[in-house]
Structure formats: C-alpha cells, structure tokens
C-alpha cells in the first residue's frame, strides 16, 4: 500500500508558475515509476508526466513539454511538478499515482495508489 498526498495548488495568472508535490508514504516510494495526470471539468484524466524510479528518465505530454518538469527527492519520498508559463487550459485537479503495471507510463490504467488532487486554476 501507497499513500499519496498531494500539495501546492492554486489560483495563478497566465504565464505564472506553481510547484505541486507528491509526498508518498506506506511501501517503497522509490521503487515506483511516478506519475502526474490531471482532470479537467467534464474530461478524462490525461497524462501531463512521469519519473522513473531514479528519476533518470522523464516523459511530458506534447501539452506541456518545455513547460512543466518533473522531478523527485527519493530520501524525502516526494515528487516533484514545476509548472511554467501557466495557461488557462492547464486549469485541473492534479493527480499523482505510482505506476505498478505494464510498461506505458503515459497510460493511466497502469497506475496504482491515486492520491486526493490538487486543484490548480490559471486565469486569463
């Protein structure tokens, strides 16, 4: 089992910037893939990122690749999103979720241990 948190959303103008974090606890945080979706009013959960266990290797959406990075603190057991020149379609709940199955991290049926969200809204 994996508890996940979520923290550091808000309400920001176009083209500010937020720092979420994803503090884990329970089994290995380190041994996990991570990643981050968000949900839009209406719409499905899309993937927006992802960090291999030695946060080596990231992936981004096309949407906010350049913009947004990843990272992680494994002796801290938290994740990392730093979002850049904000947008208001980036508006969403923000996810973070550890990866357990399969070799896709861009899908989100292969995620496990969904945390609460965390509301990020960008304003025009």
């Known amino acids: 089992q994996v508890q996940l948190v979520e923290s550091g959303g808000g309400l920001v103008q176009a083209g500010g910037s937020l720092r979420l974090s994803c503090a884990a606890s329970g089994r290995t945080f380190s041994s996990y893939t991570m990643g981050w979706f968000r949900q839009a009013p209406g719409q499905e959960r899309d993937f927006v990122a992802a960090i291999t266990w030695s946060g080596s290797v990231t992936y981004y959406a096309d949407s906010v690749k350049g913009r947004f990075t990843s990272s992680r603190d494994n002796a801290k057991n938290t994740m990392y999103l730093e979002m850049n020149s904000l947008k208001p379609e980036d508006t969403a709940v923000y996810y973070c979720?550890?990866?357990?199955?399969?070799?896709?991290?861009?899908?989100?049926?292969?995620?496990?241990?969904w945390g609460q969200g965390t509301q990020v809204t960008v304003s025009s």
């Open positions: 979720a550890a990866h357990l199955y399969g070799s896709n991290p861009r899908k989100r049926e292969e995620y496990r241990y």
